[in-house]
């Protein structure tokens, strides 16, 4: 558990009830109060995927109790919990359920090796019993929202009309505005472009059930289970073997930046955007490797779209996805 300060820029006054922020992702899930103080009472646990289909949902609100108790505050008195959440979702009487792949078994079935059956995932209707006001967006619609507000999708200070935030990490998220309005779709799954298939290699199977989007073939998951044999246990180990001048590991590297440049210059020539700022633990901790070679996937291509477009790192680094949670009910 640890506490920070809030974003540069953004301050509650002293008077303000505290809120809960969560972040729902494939491998873990954080919560996280923030009041006038700052951050606070930080928890993390891997997500809940066993049991019954609202296991996620009661880890949530065990997490948000459990925060409150840390920093002294008691929970009846949260005016709102916002909720950044990997998807896609599905609306199931006016609430959010997930149809996550890397948390609903029942999706893709036992080959996946998730330990559940699950086709969906309880999240909203469990949380607005017990708090009245929640809100729940797609994590990289609502990083996206942050990186605008207090990130590296602004310029002067005021937030770019164009642009996407790409998380690159157990999955592969992207969140999108065009003409200053941030896209949700029917369900508010606009952005899912983790599942675009722009490659015709076929050897990876998606928690979705696709085999060979982009998902399966480069997310943080996917890279232990398709070079797992060849001694990358997981995506660590094959930058770590890259790093120590493995030919074969920075050949694999070339082609997970091949299949994600594709994604990213599709997004970019199909909306127009001027920036695409790129988080996630994947990229982030090997960005410098990384940024490079995403860059050359698009540079010098169909210029007349991707002329005066950049792909940056995210401004908020790592807190990119509290601070997300933050946004959705600053």
Request: glycine share 12%.
């Amino acid at each position: 558990m640890n506490d920070y300060a809030l974003p540069h820029g953004f301050h509650l006054p002293s008077t303000a009830a505290p809120v809960a922020c969560v972040d729902v992702g494939g491998t873990k899930v954080a919560v996280s109060l923030v009041n006038a103080r700052g951050v606070l009472g930080r928890l993390l646990e891997p997500t809940a995927k066993e049991g019954q289909h609202d296991a996620l949902a009661r880890q949530i609100i065990r997490l948000v109790e459990q925060s409150c108790q840390s920093a002294g505050v008691q929970p009846e008195t949260l005016s709102a919990v916002g909720v950044s959440s990997c998807g896609p979702f599905l609306m199931r009487e006016g609430c959010v359920e997930l149809a996550a792949p890397n948390i609903c078994g029942g999706m893709a079935g036992p080959a996946r090796g998730l330990p559940n059956d699950w086709t969906t995932a309880l999240l909203e209707a469990p949380l607005r019993q017990r708090w009245p006001k929640v809100r729940v967006e797609n994590d990289a619609v609502a990083a996206l929202a942050a990186e605008r507000r207090w990130g590296a999708l602004q310029e002067n200070g005021q937030a770019l009309a164009d642009c996407a935030y790409v998380t690159w990490s157990t999955g592969i998220g992207v969140g999108l505005c065009v003409d200053g309005h941030i896209l949700h779709g029917k369900n508010g799954n606009a952005g899912h472009a983790g599942h675009l298939f722009v490659s015709d290699n076929m050897d990876a199977l998606c928690g979705c059930g696709n085999v060979g989007d982009v998902e399966a073939l480069v997310a943080g998951n996917a890279i232990a289970r398709r070079f797992g044999h060849l001694g990358y246990a997981d995506a660590a180990a094959l930058f770590a073997a890259a790093a120590a001048g493995d030919a074969r590991a920075l050949t694999l590297i070339d082609e997970l930046c091949r299949i994600m440049g594709r994604a990213l210059y599709n997004l970019i020539v199909t909306l127009d955007l001027q920036r695409i700022s790129i988080g996630g633990s994947v990229f982030w901790h090997h960005r410098e490797l990384l940024l490079p070679k995403l860059r050359a996937q698009i540079h010098g291509k169909l210029v007349a779209l991707t002329g005066g477009s950049e792909l940056v790192s995210a401004g908020l680094g790592q807190r990119v996805g509290d601070f997300a949670a933050l946004a959705l009910i600053a």
